[in-house]
């Protein structure tokens, strides 16, 4: 079946600008997570949605990142007046159930370029 | 002392050959342990879950020494398709959130 995916692959902005990062999780999967991974990092977490509601959104770094998932399925990343040290990939994972006792799958990711 | 530490390499061995890398954790609570593999621009996919017991799958073997709070991973025969790297992943206790290590490279060589 179909796994999660992620769009825009790549999306190029200017400081300062707003953008939205969408994530389709696998059918059927009620965790949904976001992170962020820069180059010779591993992916660090920003938030987790069980469902419609944003469990633990402890990893978002400041106020200018938000994140929805309205219909428990599609979550959007919102960053407001990006920063050059936002450039990074965004990778989205989905679970069947609650982490850790349940594999992740990732999308494909999407990377930011703040220029 | 970071959460989850690992050596970054890179490990460059030839094929057939066994490597093994360790990864170290902080926190003494946690409970769960992962090893995920990475290629080069794609997205972490799960290898192997970590048991307290140990666990082989194939050419894989992970190890969990919780006195020592460092976890293994082997792999025998090595092929140039491992070619990648490897995460070691530990779940921070009482919470949902996994966290990566920066993950260690490895690079087959024929």
């Known amino acids: 079946g179909a796994g999660v995916s992620q769009t825009p692959s790549n999306k190029v902005t200017e400081k300062g600008k707003y953008v939205e990062l969408r994530c389709d999780p696998i059918?059927?999967?009620?965790?949904l997570y976001w992170y962020r991974q820069s180059l010779g990092q591993g992916p660090e977490f920003l938030i987790y949605?069980?469902?419609?509601?944003?469990?633990?959104d402890s990893g978002l770094p400041n106020d200018r990142f938000f994140a929805v998932r309205p219909e428990g399925s599609v979550s959007t990343l919102k960053i407001q007046r990006t920063e050059r040290g936002d450039s990074a990939v965004y990778l989205c994972?989905?679970?069947?159930?609650?982490?850790?006792?349940?594999?992740?799958?990732f999308g494909p990711g999407t990377r930011l370029t703040v220029l | 002392r970071k959460e989850v530490e690992q050596d970054p390499g890179p490990f460059n061995v030839p094929e057939g050959a066994t490597v093994a890398f360790n990864c170290t954790y902080s926190?003494?609570?946690?409970?769960?342990f992962f090893w995920y593999r990475q290629d080069c621009r794609k997205e972490p996919k799960l290898l192997m879950s970590?048991?307290?017991s140990g666990n082989e799958d194939g050419r894989f073997t992970a190890q969990l020494n919780r006195a020592s709070q460092y976890i293994s991973l082997l792999i025998r025969d090595s092929k140039l398709s491992d070619s990648a790297t490897y995460l070691c992943?530990?779940?921070?206790?009482?919470?949902?959130?996994?966290?990566f290590g920066k993950g260690t490279r490895l690079s087959v060589i024929a």
């Open positions: 949605f069980q469902g419609t509601g944003a469990a633990d």
């Open positions: 059918s059927g999967h009620t965790a």
């Open positions: 994972a989905s679970s069947p159930g609650r982490a850790p006792y349940n594999e992740q799958f």
């Open positions: 970590v048991y307290s």
């Open positions: 926190n003494s609570a946690s409970q769960s």
């Open positions: 992943v530990v779940n921070r206790p009482g919470n949902t959130p996994l966290v």
